[in-house]
Structure formats: structure tokens, C-alpha cells
Nanobody
Framework: VQLQASGGGLVQAGGSLRLSCAAS???????????MGWFRQAPGKEREFVAT????????DYRDSVKGRFIISRDNTKNTVYLEMYSLKPEDTAVYFC???????????????????WGQGTVVTVSS
């Protein structure tokens, strides 16, 4: 399974960005079999959970600091998960990673260890 994240960039505080993560690969059977998540890692800090979405998209959850500002969604027909980010703050600056975990049943995962596959990361820089 390969995950390709894109959409990062430099934006001023208060601005918005939309990240995308496309899944592909010979062993990738069905995108809807996977719980998807977004994580981020700022320089000198540990990777932290940002958002997660269930296989169907009916369940989502976010870290407290991004609730009301970020929206995670998915299009299973395009094997893609999105992260819309609004009202960006300098503290949102980080490398953002998408991740996939093989699971169904409406579950959500919050820790990196639960995810089987990771994208290469896309850099988001928010200037003050």
C-alpha cells in the first residue's frame, strides 16, 4: 500500500489549506477496508494525532486544538482522504502525515501504532 500526501504549503495565519492523501498499490484491495488518520510532527516534537475517520466516513474525531477548524473526509471511489484546515495558526506548522489501518466496524484509531501504512508527509507552514 502506498499513500501519497499532497497539498501542503506556506500560508499566513488565518488562512486555509486542503491536504489530500491518495492510496494505491498492488496489495491494496479496498480503500473502504481502512480507517484513515492524519498526524503531524513539528520540529523537535513527537508525532501527534490530528484527525481520524472510519471506513465509511460516518465517524470522525479530532484533537481538541483543531476541533471546529479542521475537517477530515474521504472519497472511497477515489481512494482518497482529505484534511481541510481553516483558521490556521502558527502552532499548526508541522509535517502532516496520512496513515491507514485495516479495520471496519466504525472504529477510530488515535495512536500511530495502530496504523499499518504511512504516507511520506507534506509540509504545512503557517506564518504569523
Amino acid at each position: 500500500v502506498q499513500l501519497q500526501a499532497s497539498g501542503g504549503g506556506l500560508v499566513q495565519a488565518g488562512g486555509s489549506l486542503r491536504l489530500s492523501c491518495a492510496a494505491s498499490g498492488r496489495t491494496f484491495s479496498d480503500f473502504s477496508d481502512y480507517v484513515m488518520g492524519w498526524f503531524r510532527q513539528a520540529p523537535g516534537k513527537e508525532r501527534e494525532f490530528v484527525a481520524t475517520i472510519s471506513w465509511s466516513g460516518s465517524s470522525t474525531d479530532y484533537r481538541d486544538s483543531v476541533k471546529g477548524r479542521f475537517i477530515i473526509s474521504r472519497d472511497n471511489t477515489k481512494n482518497t482522504v482529505y484534511l481541510e484546515m481553516y483558521s490556521l495558526k502558527p502552532e499548526d506548522t508541522a509535517v502532516y502525515f496520512c496513515a491507514a489501518a485495516l479495520a471496519r466496524g466504525g472504529v477510530l484509531f488515535y495512536t500511530p501504532s495502530r496504523y499499518n501504512y504511512w504516507g511520506q508527509g507534506t509540509v504545512v507552514t503557517v506564518s504569523s
